[in-house]
């Protein structure tokens, strides 16, 4: 009923006058629809799908499934959510473990990954999926997920498919919390789906960077640096202090708790679980989405998607790092295809000894440079300003540490202390150098990947595209020789904009007018440090003259 209720509300304020008319929006110089650019006047019309009608080998193969999602409140599981729910019409029930939080109960939480714009495709192609979705509660970083006696028998006795998506993503987690959740709760997971009754197959999302000591990582399991149970047992007698200054020692070469964790919880899957019909999916750097439900959504700031933010409002100037080097990104949309695609590969199809893994990259296909990547975010993003833009968009990368501080001095101390302290004379909130300080943060636990190119192998993943028939291909499209880098950066900034800084298209015509404002004052300051370096110069260059009998 509180889901229904809900729904009517979101419904109700979607279908609302916009503030602005949309011919103020798009005009001669601005000739695209932004709503259309993003997909959101593309939605097909609701339909009845009949129980005998039969759908494609993967829709078939998600008949009467009942699925089992940890992870579904994070960013790759609503995604995964809404692509079932979607495109997979008599799929019968999916339970997503959600755990409480900020005062939240599991209901409450749940309303709240609906009524994300993610969704809109799916609540006006599908309306009627609200009774396939229940949340349990439950907790992975608790022993027994954490699930009450009655949860673990409806999962026991229910589920067929096990996504295995939840993880704390954070590089900095401390190793008791990365431990307890990517490790044991992987070994919960485990623990659980060897009592189910029809169990066809369990997914286990893992990361391409669980190996990332090494610069080639093919698609089989490596040697971990430590023994996990040796790692839990000595986490479980140290205080946290302890285990904080030990932790340098602990992961060794990895750089982070993050991928160490990972790795491990990697390594007890090939122990504990050949057994089970499962696979370990190894995506790379995931992004925003491609083309569905909607392009450009993404929910975090992790990554790319930070430096393209923060550039685009004219909050980051400057970022250490190679421009030239390569990262291995991949649209989130894509990746979530691949996996379902894997999942139904690994129940039906896999005939070998070991446990698959499946690697989720673009570089050896579709590789692009840093460089190049900004540019074309900078040269379609330019068209779709956000109304909190504070500057116009100056960004430059540099791998060399002189001129970085250098540039970081000028760009971001000088003009965050200043701005900072106008804030507080105004009575306002001073924010700019806290940003600055979380940047400098985020460039420290990132400086590990700022000079390195990765090779990762995904032979599997380009043969699992290439085996799937015409209608999975076009339904779950996951095509790397197909990724145009240009086409996704058509819309990625005008996504980033709409769905992660939440600013609404009819704040454009006011936007546009601000950028406008904010170009004379960044052309006009350029204007100004640039006559000044001359005047400097000329000062110096004439005090030399002097001083040598030239002048």
Same mark, same amino acid.
């Given at each position: 009923?509180?889901?229904?209720?809900?729904?009517?509300?979101?419904?109700?304020?979607?279908?609302?006058?916009?503030?602005?008319?949309?011919?103020?929006?798009?005009?001669?110089?601005?000739?695209?629809?932004?709503?259309?650019?993003?997909?959101?006047?593309?939605?097909?019309?609701?339909?009845?799908?009949?129980?005998?009608?039969?759908?494609?080998?993967?829709?078939?193969?998600?008949?009467?499934?009942?699925?089992?999602?940890?992870?579904?409140?994070?960013?790759?599981?609503?995604?995964?959510?809404?692509?079932?729910?979607?495109?997979?019409?008599?799929?019968?029930?999916?339970?997503?473990?959600?755990?409480?939080?900020?005062?939240?109960?599991?209901?409450?939480?749940?309303?709240?990954?609906?009524? !994300?714009?993610?969704?809109?495709?799916?609540?006006?192609?599908?309306?009627? +999926? +609200?009774?396939?979705?229940?949340?349990?509660?439950?907790?992975?970083?608790?022993?027994?997920?954490?699930?009450?006696?009655?949860?673990?028998?409806?999962?026991?006795?229910?589920?067929?498919?096990?996504?295995?998506?939840?993880?704390?993503?954070?590089?900095?987690?401390?190793?008791?919390?990365?431990?307890?959740? /990517?490790?044991?709760?992987?070994? %919960?997971?485990?623990?659980?789906?060897?009592?189910?009754?029809?169990?066809?197959?369990?997914?286990?999302?893992?990361?391409?960077?669980?190996?990332?000591?090494?610069?080639?990582?093919? %698609?089989?399991?490596?040697?971990?640096?430590?023994?996990?149970?040796?790692?839990?047992?000595? #986490?479980?007698?140290?205080?946290?202090?302890?285990?904080?200054?030990?932790?340098?020692?602990?992961?060794?070469?990895?750089?982070? =708790?993050?991928?160490?964790?990972?790795?491990?919880?990697?390594?007890?899957?090939?122990?504990?679980?050949?057994?089970?019909?499962?696979?370990?999916?190894?995506? =790379?750097?995931?992004?925003?989405?491609?083309?569905?439900?909607?392009?450009?959504?993404?929910?975090?700031?992790?990554?790319?998607?930070?430096? #393209?933010?923060?550039?685009?409002?004219?909050?980051?100037?400057? +970022?250490?790092? !190679?421009?030239?080097?390569?990262? !291995?990104?991949?649209?989130?949309?894509?990746?979530? /295809?691949?996996?379902?695609?894997?999942?139904?590969?690994?129940?039906?199809?896999?005939?070998?000894?070991?446990?698959?893994?499946?690697?989720?990259?673009?570089?050896?296909?579709?590789?692009?440079?840093? /460089?190049?990547?900004?540019?074309?975010?900078?040269?379609?993003?330019?068209?779709?300003?956000?109304?909190?833009?504070?500057? +116009?968009?100056?960004?430059?990368?540099?791998?060399?540490? @002189?001129?970085?501080?250098?540039?970081?001095?000028?760009?971001?101390?000088?003009?965050?202390?200043?701005?900072?302290?106008?804030?507080?004379?105004?009575?306002?909130?001073?924010?700019?150098?806290?940003?600055?300080?979380?940047?400098?943060?985020?460039?420290?636990?990132?400086?590990?990947?700022?000079?390195?190119?990765? =090779?990762?192998?995904?032979?599997?993943?380009?043969?699992?595209?290439?085996?799937?028939?015409?209608?999975?291909?076009?339904?779950?499209?996951?095509?790397? /020789?197909?990724?145009?880098?240009? @086409?996704?950066?058509?819309?990625?900034?005008?996504?980033?904009?709409?769905?992660?800084?939440? !600013?609404?298209?009819?704040?454009?015509?006011?936007?546009?007018?601000?950028?406008?404002?904010?170009?004379?004052?960044?052309?006009?300051?350029?204007?100004?440090?640039?006559?000044?370096?001359?005047?400097?110069?000329? =000062? #110096?260059?004439?005090?030399?003259?002097?001083?040598?009998?030239?002048?």
């Amino acid at each position: 009923m509180a889901l229904d209720l809900h729904r009517k509300y979101i419904e109700k304020k979607q279908d609302s006058a916009p503030l602005v008319p949309i011919k103020d929006i798009i005009n001669s110089k601005y000739y695209l629809d932004p709503l259309e650019l993003l997909g959101e006047r593309s939605f097909n019309e609701p339909r009845e799908i009949e129980e005998s009608e039969v759908g494609s080998p993967i829709q078939e193969f998600f008949r009467d499934a009942v699925v089992f999602l940890t992870g579904g409140t994070g960013f790759m599981g609503k995604v995964l959510v809404e692509k079932l729910l979607r495109t997979c019409p008599h799929i019968k029930h999916i339970y997503l473990l959600i755990r409480s939080k900020k005062g939240k109960n599991v209901d409450q939480r749940l309303e709240d990954i609906f009524e !994300d714009r993610l969704f809109k495709r799916l609540k006006h192609e599908v309306p009627k +999926y +609200y009774h396939k979705v229940s949340g349990v509660a439950g907790d992975c970083s608790l022993p027994g997920l954490g699930l009450s006696v009655s949860s673990r028998n409806t999962l026991i006795n229910e589920v067929n498919i096990i996504f295995h998506g939840a993880a704390t993503v954070r590089f900095d987690e401390h190793i008791r919390v990365a431990m307890n959740i /990517n490790v044991s709760g992987t070994r %919960e997971l485990l623990s659980l789906a060897r009592k189910i009754t029809n169990l066809k197959v369990m997914a286990h999302v893992s990361t391409a960077y669980s190996n990332c000591n090494r610069l080639h990582v093919e %698609e089989k399991f490596y040697d971990p640096i430590a023994d996990y149970e040796d790692v839990l047992k000595l #986490i479980s007698s140290k205080d946290d202090q302890t285990l904080q200054d030990m932790t340098k020692e602990i992961i060794g070469d990895l750089p982070n =708790t993050y991928a160490f964790t990972k790795s491990l919880a990697e390594d007890a899957i090939r122990r504990e679980a050949q057994d089970l019909p499962i696979l370990v999916f190894r995506p =790379t750097v995931v992004i925003a989405t491609y083309r569905e439900p909607v392009r450009g959504w993404i929910d975090n700031v992790y990554g790319p998607t930070g430096l #393209i933010v923060g550039a685009g409002t004219g909050v980051l100037h400057t +970022y250490f790092g !190679d421009s030239n080097m390569v990262t !291995d990104m991949i649209p989130v949309d894509m990746v979530v /295809n691949a996996l379902i695609c894997a999942t139904k590969e690994t129940a039906t199809n896999n005939k070998d000894d070991e446990i698959p893994i499946y690697t989720c990259s673009s570089a050896g296909q579709k590789p692009i440079k840093w /460089n190049d990547f900004i540019e074309m975010n900078r040269r379609h993003g330019i068209y779709w300003p956000t109304i909190r833009a504070i500057w +116009y968009y100056s960004f430059w990368a540099t791998n060399n540490p @002189y001129f970085y501080a250098l540039l970081n001095f000028f760009c971001h101390i000088v003009p965050g202390y200043l701005l900072d302290t106008l804030a507080v004379i105004a009575g306002q909130k001073p924010i700019l150098m806290k940003i600055y300080k979380k940047i400098d943060k985020v460039r420290d636990i990132l400086a590990y990947f700022s000079d390195k190119e990765w =090779t990762f192998t995904n032979d599997r993943v380009l043969a699992l595209w290439k085996s799937l028939d015409s209608q999975d291909q076009d339904i779950f499209n996951f095509d790397i /020789n197909q990724l145009s880098w240009e @086409y996704f950066s058509q819309a990625h900034c005008l996504g980033l904009r709409v769905y992660l800084v939440k !600013d609404d298209i009819h704040t454009l015509p006011a936007a546009r007018k601000k950028w406008e404002k904010l170009y004379i004052a960044h052309t006009a300051l350029q204007v100004f440090v640039y006559a000044f370096l001359l005047y400097c110069a000329w =000062t #110096i260059t004439s005090l030399i003259l002097k001083l040598t009998g030239f002048m």
